[in-house]
């Protein structure tokens, strides 16, 4: 029972991660195209760092 319950909140757990990490995305999407429009070259490197992680953590998350 106590393997049921454990896995279930690592589900819940994973599935609240998962919407967060599609929040980041979205925003982080947004100050890159915010970045382009202004042609801000570090703002732009920086984002493309972000999002990198997030996809990354994305792909780690799904392949649970």
Same mark, same amino acid.
């Given at each position: 029972?106590?393997?049921?319950?454990?896995?279930?909140?690592?589900?819940?757990?994973? $599935?609240?991660?998962?919407?967060?990490?599609?929040?980041?995305?979205?925003?982080?999407?947004?100050?890159?195209?915010?970045?382009? $429009?202004?042609?801000?070259?570090?703002?732009?490197?920086?984002?493309?760092?972000?999002?990198?992680?997030?996809?990354?953590?994305?792909?780690?998350?799904?392949?649970?």
């Amino acid at each position: 029972m106590k393997q049921i319950v454990h896995a279930s909140r690592k589900k819940t757990s994973q $599935q609240e991660r998962l919407a967060v990490l599609r929040l980041e995305l979205d925003y982080e999407l947004a100050v890159l195209f915010e970045a382009m $429009q202004e042609s801000n070259e570090e703002q732009k490197e920086l984002s493309k760092q972000k999002l990198k992680k997030i996809r990354m953590e994305l792909l780690k998350l799904r392949a649970l």
